[in-house]
């Protein structure tokens, strides 16, 4: 059983974002990149999956600042092998990711490809669905659960208001994961350390990368917000008596 | 090849989501400027009545018995058939469990466009995206031939998608739908929860900010002294700080106190949007262009580890 998950690494928000000189896209030259917050439950679900049925958990990152990182810390928490993807992937969209992500998916022989959900950053709709119909398989998303069972997958698939739908998706299949059945583990930085003198991480060229089929962006601009907040200001004590008048005023004191 | 504006229709166990509505209200601006028609596209098992409230010009409803709940691999099939051979100018899908699972493989199948998180059109039939958690919008004119586009809540209220005239039903052929590779084994309902939060007056809501499960005591100690309950927004659920009960967002609960008190969320559109039939929202976050403190009423630029306590104590001290 050969488990791939996908892991994209993104513009942490917690930076200030700035848009290009352009002003069609956003400037990030200076990004802090970090994983796709639902990676790190796909690959908590690749884990768990193999520590219950066996099989050979294989991670694949885009070269960006810090993909070393996120791999050495998948084989710390048990993945098997470690890929690295060698491209331009700054301007990349996900078009052009799904269609050059086929062929290194095919040539792995997965059985089983878990994405994140999506990301923060999308425009032009998610990889592993068009990775999905690249490789002619069946796709589920929004997914916290998986079970494999005669070579078959059943999944829980979310719905709003935690309604869960059970479905069966055969195998090989690519799955949308939203949460894992756990919370994602937590690894000791030692044993990152470790993984990095016990591990290789084996690079591949990305194919062409196609951009055709996302959309042309002409603005980019921070929202304009139709009311602001109200500050209140003031040191913690000052700022604590406003709320509790703001408490009485509105009639919960 | 038409003008017209498909929208595909999202309902779960027998009710229309309030995406489909959201989307009909975007779909009537898009047809607009492009002067075609909206057009509602309705998949279903026996469930043509589903449509009565559609402000609609057209439902397109498709029959069939493998169509009776939503799987991915049906709908995929019956929409690249359809959309394929109707070609219209655009097709509207939610961003969500069901229009996610399917615009993204049409756009490959059918080498078609695709936009996603818009938000709204603009007069002049531009798509306006949402994204990077709500601190970007991205705007471009529509893609040609047909643009697929999924759509997030925001832009348009359901109200507006809404008629109180039934509109004039089409039926549309079915492609065979054998050999699915998704199939539907059954719901799993949500466990019976101490609290619904939906109904509560008074929510205090944690976010990633609050960093450990440690600290979910803090906002206790709070919500017991004022009298309200708290809830968090989904990584603290995904992390197990919280149970799923207190799940406020897109994937949770909907929520309208009286006062919604947020400490440390950021106010990603996937939890705004359950949290704006709230009467009051005070958000307290450490990032002054957190947009958060755009839907807020009252905001507090702070650390909530130097506020929390402080105001827990004044509360007490205000009861007597
Ligand atoms: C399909 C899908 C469904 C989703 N459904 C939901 C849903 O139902 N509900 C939901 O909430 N999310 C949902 N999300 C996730 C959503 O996109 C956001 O990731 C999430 O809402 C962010 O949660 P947060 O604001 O707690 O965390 P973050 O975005 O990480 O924000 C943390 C905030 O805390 C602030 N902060 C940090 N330290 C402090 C401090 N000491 N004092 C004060 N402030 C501090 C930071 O400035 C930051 O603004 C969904 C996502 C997807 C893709
Ligand atoms: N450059 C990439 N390399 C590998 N996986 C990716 C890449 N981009 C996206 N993915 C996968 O697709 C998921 C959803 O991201 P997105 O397609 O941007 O919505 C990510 O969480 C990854 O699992």
């Not at chain 1, 810090?66 to 078009?95: M, P, S």
């Not at chain 1, 999506?118 to 032009?124: I, V």
């Not at chain 1, 603005?219 to 917000?225: D, G, S, V, Y």
């Not at chain 2, 054998?178 to 019976?192: F, H, N, Q």
């Amino acid at each position: 059983m050969n488990i791939v998950v996908l892991t994209k690494l993104v513009p942490d928000l917690v930076e200030e974002l700035a848009i290009d000189a352009s002003g069609a896209a956003l400037d990030l030259a200076f990004a802090r990149w970090i994983i796709n917050e639902f990676d790190d439950h796909a690959l908590e679900q690749g884990i768990l999956l193999k520590e219950r049925g066996g099989g050979t958990v294989i991670v694949v990152a885009p070269d960006l600042d810090g993909a070393d990182d996120v791999l050495f810390t998948a084989a710390a928490k048990g993945a098997d092998r470690l890929i690295k993807i060698k491209g331009d992937f700054i301007a990349a969209n996900n078009h052009a990711l799904a269609r050059t992500l086929t062929a290194i998916i095919k040539e792995l022989q997965a059985d089983l490809v878990l994405t994140g959900v999506q990301a923060h950053n999308d425009l032009d709709g998610s990889v592993g669905p068009m990775l999905a119909e690249c490789l002619q398989l069946p796709y589920v998303g929004y997914v916290s659960g998986v079970s494999i069972n005669d070579g078959k997958s059943a999944i829980r698939k979310e719905y709003p208001g935690g309604l869960l739908a059970e479905m069966e998706v055969t195998l090989p299949a690519v799955l949308g994961i939203q949460a894992a059945e756990q919370p994602p583990r937590y690894v000791a930085v030692s044993k990152v350390r470790q993984a990095m003198k016990d591990f290789h991480i084996e690079e591949q060229d990305a194919s062409d990368l196609d951009p055709g089929g996302a959309p042309e962006v002409g603005r980019m601009f921070q929202p304009e917000a139709a009311s602001h907040a109200e500050m209140l200001t003031g040191e913690p004590a000052e700022v604590a008596e406003k709320l509790v008048n703001l408490f009485k005023e509105l009639g919960v004191l | 090849m038409t003008q017209d504006i498909y929208v595909i229709i999202e309902h779960l166990r027998g009710q229309v989501s309030d995406i489909s509505y959201i989307m009909l209200a975007a779909a009537r601006e898009l047809a607009q400027s492009t002067s075609g028609k909206v057009v509602a596209v309705l998949l279903g098992y026996n469930a043509k009545g589903l449509a009565k409230d559609f402000a609609t010009d057209q439902v397109l409803y498709l029959d069939h018995a493998a169509l009776a709940d939503f799987t991915s691999d049906a709908y995929q099939k019956v929409l690249s058939d359809l959309i394929g051979r109707e070609q219209p100018r655009a097709a509207l899908f939610g961003n969500t469990s069901i229009g996610s699972d399917v615009a993204s493989v049409l756009s490959m199948r059918l080498g078609l466009p695709l936009v996603s998180s818009c938000r709204n059109f603009t007069k002049d039939g531009k798509f306006v995206s949402q994204i990077c958690g709500g601190k970007i919008m991205a705007e471009g004119d529509l893609p040609a031939p047909t643009a697929l586009i999924t759509i997030v809540p925001g832009g348009y209220q359901p109200d507006q998608g809404r008629s109180a005239e039934s509109p004039s039903i089409t039926e549309a052929g079915v492609p065979a739908l054998d050999a699915l590779r998704v199939t539907l084994s059954k719901y799993i309902e949500p466990e019976v929860a101490d609290v619904d939060i939906s109904k509560e007056p008074l929510l205090i809501a944690v976010g990633r900010g609050i960093q450990n499960k440690d600290n979910i005591e803090l906002a206790e100690a709070l919500a017991q002294a004022i009298g309200g309950v708290v809830c968090g927004s989904r990584p603290v659920i995904d992390q197990g700080w919280l149970a799923i009960s207190r799940l406020v967002g897109k994937s949770g609960k909907s929520v309208k106190p009286r006062i919604y008190f947020a400490l440390g969320i950021s106010g990603a559109p996937e939890h705004v949007e359950a949290i704006t039939g709230s009467d009051t929202i005070i958000a307290v976050n450490t990032d002054p262009v957190a947009p958060i403190f755009n839907v807020a009423r009252y905001g507090i630029e702070a650390d909530m580890f130097e506020l929390v306590e402080v105001l827990t104590e004044q509360v007490k001290a205000a009861k007597g």
